[in-house]
T-cell receptor, first 115, second 116 residues
């Protein structure tokens, strides 16, 4: 009953370092997303993917890259980390269907601090 | 203009009482979906309830119900018989149109505190 799994849960990065947040889902969902949540705010979309091999930018893509080589995996790459990227990151997935099948399911979040 | 507006940054409710969390939305699409998520202090996002724009009945899921008023573009969450475990942030979100990437647009949230 895994759902959406993202790792690591916590990470401290130094300015200029790079890292990859891993995300995998076992629900055979075609849509996958990366969001960030800044303190006291709702979630904002970084990147999304509608299927393997297809990715596109969301609202706040600068400083990030993604890839989608399989249906299950959607890693998020941070290049040259900056303090402005200190945030909580959520990976999510959904099946593009009607009704409540549209529901987007979230991973447990990854707390990233850049110092 | 904000697409999802939650006007209550914080709310208090007495245990066992009902509470309504407000949400208004803005869209020109005819087909859209409205969602409520709960985020406890542990941080995860928990799906609560969904309402489709063409659904004629208000959605209900256990103690949660969605008061959907399409003409007013509002989708308020009603929690009946509040419990201490309901203390959390609550986010209203919208998913627009069949042709979109299916992204959820979130409001800024309402922090609900349940008093014993």
């Amino acid at each position: 009953n895994a759902g959406v799994t993202q790792t690591p849960k916590f990470r401290i990065l130094k300015i200029g370092q790079s890292m990859t947040l891993q995300c995998t889902q076992d629900m055979n969902h075609n849509y996958m997303y990366w969001y960030r949540q800044d303190p006291g705010m709702g979630l904002k979309l970084i990147y999304y993917s509608v299927g393997a091999g297809i990715t596109d930018k969301g609202e706040v893509p600068n400083g990030y890259n993604v890839s989608r080589s399989t249906t299950e995996d959607f890693p998020l790459r941070l290049e040259l980390a900056a303090p402005s990227q200190t945030s909580v990151y959520f990976c999510a997935s959904s099946y593009r269907g009607r009704g409540s099948g549209n529901t987007i399911y979230f991973g447990e979040g990854s707390w990233l601090t850049v110092v | 203009a904000q697409k999802i507006t939650q006007t209550q940054p914080g709310m208090f409710v007495q245990e066992k009482e009902a509470v309504t969390l407000d949400c208004t939305y803005d869209t020109s699409d005819q087909s859209y979906g409205l969602f409520w998520y709960k985020q406890p202090s542990s941080g995860e996002m928990i799906f609560l309830i969904y309402q489709g724009s063409y659904d004629e009945q208000n959605a209900t899921e256990g103690r949660y119900s969605l008061n959907f008023q399409k003409a007013r573009k509002s989708a308020n969450l009603v929690i009946s018989a509040s419990q201490l475990g309901d203390s959390a942030m609550y986010f209203c979100a919208m998913r627009e149109g069949r042709g979109s990437q299916g992204n959820l647009i979130f409001g800024k949230g309402t922090k609900l505190s349940v008093k014993p």
